[in-house]
């Protein structure tokens, strides 16, 4: 079993849609859990941390079910400018220095 | 402005050759990590480094070297003994765990 597993997509909605991206983890004491951004041929950039208590970031949800060990994240009104990979992150201890876990990414086009 | 740089953006590759990929930022973080992407995968850690003059291997470390001679830069060389050089590296640090930013990556292709 992969330690942070997506679903690959694509995800083809349509603008203004609503969507939803899950992840599985595979280490229940895994610490701290992320969302990142990342458009063709660049670098992952952060869009949001997870909390167990949920957060939201304007158009943006994310959740956490740490029993369950299973994230999500939120899109709504999809923008043309969503388009994107979203990869699920996930830090499986505290402290600096520590190393992130990646999952292969859910693939987003929203299309007019 | 604070962030980190990676040169090139893009290299070439004989095989057989040694290459060196540079990793810089002015963000005071201690931690600094070197990543591999593929088609199709997740992000894969090569080598990371909590502080100066230390670093641990990753996931994926045969055939590639660092070093951490200061804490701004980790240079990440790529041996001839990695088989499968061809891919998207990218350097990442932190300062708190909290946030991990990453350079604009290199894109390094074998001839």
């Known amino acids: 079993r992969k330690e942070v597993e997506q679903d690959p997509g694509p995800f083809n909605v349509p603008e203004g849609a609503t969507v939803a991206f899950n992840c599985t983890y595979s280490?229940?004491?895994?610490?701290?859990f992320f969302w990142y951004r990342q458009d063709c041929r660049k670098e992952p950039k952060l869009l949001m941390s997870?909390?167990?208590s949920g957060n939201e970031d304007g158009r943006f949800t994310a959740q956490l079910n740490r029993a369950s060990q299973y994230i999500s994240l939120l899109i709504r009104d999809s923008k043309l400018s969503d388009s994107a990979t979203y990869l699920c992150?996930?830090?499986?201890?505290?402290?600096?220095?520590?190393?992130?876990?990646f999952g292969t990414g859910t693939q987003l086009k929203v299309e007019l | 402005d604070g962030g980190i740089t990676q040169s090139p953006k893009y290299l070439f590759r004989k095989e057989g050759q040694n290459v060196t990929l540079s990793c810089e930022q002015n963000?005071?973080?201690?931690?600094m990590y070197w990543y591999r992407q593929d088609p199709g995968q997740g992000l894969r850690l090569i080598y990371y480094?909590?502080?100066?003059?230390?670093?641990q291997k990753g996931d994926i470390a045969e055939g590639y070297s660092v070093s951490r001679e200061k804490k701004e830069s980790f240079p990440l060389t790529v041996t001839s003994a990695q088989k499968n050089p061809t891919a998207f590296y990218l350097c990442?640090?932190?300062?708190?765990?909290?946030?991990?930013?990453f350079g604009p990556g290199t894109r390094l292709t074998v001839l």
């Open positions: 990442a640090s932190t300062l708190d765990s909290i946030g991990w930013f």
């Open positions: 280490n229940s004491a895994s610490q701290s």
């Open positions: 997870v909390y167990s």
């Open positions: 992150v996930v830090n499986p201890t505290t402290g600096g220095g520590n190393k992130l876990t």
């Open positions: 963000l005071n973080h201690d931690a």
């Open positions: 480094s909590q502080i100066v003059n230390d670093f």
